[in-house]
């Protein structure tokens, strides 16, 4: 069975602080892993994904995110925190089961950045 | 190219009322997923179509819920009596084929607006 974690419901940054969001997953596997980010009122959007190849991964807006096998983690960061960054942010696992790839998420984190 | 698109974005009803949610995917994605999120709680999986096949349905939560794909395209939830705890946000996403897509890990799952459903 997946699981995910993510470490903190809401984490608060100032304007130009370093982001990071915390994930743990556990799976049995081995797993993909993605970040997803929801706007206000908008649906889910793909950050950057996790498929076997590159431990560091790039994802759009600045994000990036490292595979850690030995922590069971893949912690989101970004440099410097912008405005518009404000959302809400999903950790999710998956792994191949045939076709289906369905996503076990966390919890999600809700950041909030602060001018 | 038009993204996953879902209808109505809010619906409100009473206990014991019907409600039919539809999600239409991306043109020319088999994969269809269905996904709820109950407020507080994390997003959960509810089923999979491969066009118009349940590929998996364990995430269903009983009997109320029927998911339909009919012709491979748009698909349509039913909830059917709805419940109070029936009320949250219902995602639909779509990809394609893993075959036909470059392969393992490049099936990007495309995510609808959602729709908002409130039990009263």
């Known amino acids: 069975a997946q699981s995910v974690t993510q470490l903190g419901s809401h984490v608060s940054v100032s304007e130009g602080a370093l982001v990071l969001l915390r994930c743990n997953y556990s799976?049995?596997?081995?797993?993909?892993l993605f970040w997803y980010v929801q706007y206000p009122n908008q649906g889910l959007q793909l950050l950057l994904k996790?498929?076997?190849?590159?431990?560091l991964v790039k994802g759009i807006n600045g994000f990036e995110a490292e595979f850690k096998k030995s922590e069971t983690s893949f912690h989101l960061t970004k440099p410097s925190a912008h405005m518009s960054d404000a959302a809400e942010y999903f950790c999710?696992?998956?792994?191949?089961?045939?076709?289906?790839?369905?996503?076990?998420f966390g919890k999600g984190t809700l950041l909030t950045v602060n001018p | 190219e038009a993204g996953v698109t879902q209808f109505p974005s809010h619906s409100v009803i009473e206990k014991g009322q019907t409600v039919t949610l539809r999600c239409d995917p991306i043109s020319g994605h088999d994969n269809l997923y269905w996904y709820r999120r109950v407020m507080g709680k994390e997003i959960k999986f509810l089923l999979h179509?491969?066009?118009?096949?349940?590929?998996?349905e364990s995430g269903m939560p009983n009997n109320r819920f029927l998911a339909e794909r009919t012709g491979g395209t748009y698909s349509t939830l039913k909830v059917q009596p709805a419940e109070l705890e029936d009320s949250g946000v219902y995602f639909c996403?779509?990809?394609?084929?893993?075959?036909?897509?470059?392969?393992?890990?490049?099936?990007?799952?495309?995510f609808g607006p959602g729709t908002r459903l409130t039990v009263l």
């Open positions: 996403a779509s990809s394609q084929d893993s075959t036909t897509s470059g392969g393992a890990g490049d099936f990007e799952q495309f």
């Open positions: 799976s049995s596997v081995p797993p993909y």
């Open positions: 996790y498929t076997s190849a590159a431990t």
């Open positions: 999710a696992v998956s792994y191949s089961g045939g076709s289906n790839y369905k996503l076990t």
């Open positions: 179509f491969v066009k118009e096949s349940k590929q998996d």
